[in-house]
């Protein structure tokens, strides 16, 4: 069975200041998919990255940036100079499927607020 | 960007009556989902469809709830008689046949009284 974990439930940080959403991930698959997703307070889903499990390459998005790595089964989320806009919940998710982003297991999210 | 629009945007009901949940998914797609997210809890896969059937539920997908698309464009969810702990955030989604991505609408907030 797969399982995504997000220990931090929320973190606040005051505008400019980087911060680091974490997620750790349980699955016996070899080939695998993992996302991140933003809700804003609109209640959307928007979709931000997919990684597939042989690529561990770290992406960076303008100020955005994920680190995969394998050997710890993580895939944090860095937003660096945090900027008001970015308060939401983020969920990290997984996919076992072949095609990718079909049933998606979510971790809990991390509610992040920033202040100015 | 397209669109996944689903409405209503808000339904409130008694326990015990049924609801369709509705949404229009990107045109070109698919892949048709429903995930739901209890107040405060995380977003739950409850089924996928594809080529006019169901490809998987989840064990929160029982009989009292079912799908369909019923013409080119649109995709429904139907409670057939709702629970106090149906309500929810219910959300669709939807992929085309190799997109990396699942395009989610605005969800449909269900309180059931």
């Known amino acids: 069975a797969q399982k995504v974990t997000q220990a931090q439930t929320e973190i606040s940080v005051v505008e400019k200041e980087d911060v680091t959403l974490d997620c750790v991930y349980e699955t016996r698959d070899t080939t695998y998919y993992l996302f991140w997703y933003k809700q804003p307070p609109s209640g959307e889903l928007v979709f931000l990255i997919r990684?597939?499990?042989?690529?561990?390459q770290n992406e960076i998005s303008g100020r955005y940036s994920w680190n995969f790595q394998k050997s710890t089964s993580s895939f944090n989320f860095t937003i660096t100079a945090s900027q008001v806009v970015d308060s939401a919940v983020y969920f990290c998710?997984?996919?076992?499927?072949?095609?990718?982003?079909?049933?998606?297991?979510f971790g809990e999210g991390t509610q992040l607020t920033v202040n100015p | 960007e397209p669109e996944v629009t689903q409405t209503p945007s808000h339904q409130v009901t008694q326990m015990g009556q049924e609801v369709i949940l509705r949404c229009v998914p990107i045109?070109?797609?698919?892949?048709f989902y429903w995930y739901r997210q209890i107040l405060g809890q995380k977003v739950e896969f409850l089924v996928s469809?594809?080529?006019?059937?169901?490809?998987?539920k989840s064990e929160i997908f029982d009989d009292q709830f079912s799908v369909e698309r019923p013409d080119g464009s649109n995709f429904t969810l139907k409670i057939r008689s709702t629970k106090l702990e149906d309500s929810a955030m219910y959300f669709c989604a939807s992929r085309d046949r190799w997109g990396e991505k699942l395009f989610f609408g605005s969800g449909t907030q269900l309180s059931v009284l």
């Open positions: 998710a997984l996919s076992e499927e072949e095609t990718s982003g079909s049933r998606l297991t």
């Open positions: 469809f594809y080529n006019n059937e169901i490809s998987e």
């Open positions: 990684r597939n499990s042989f690529d561990e």
């Open positions: 045109s070109n797609h698919l892949y």
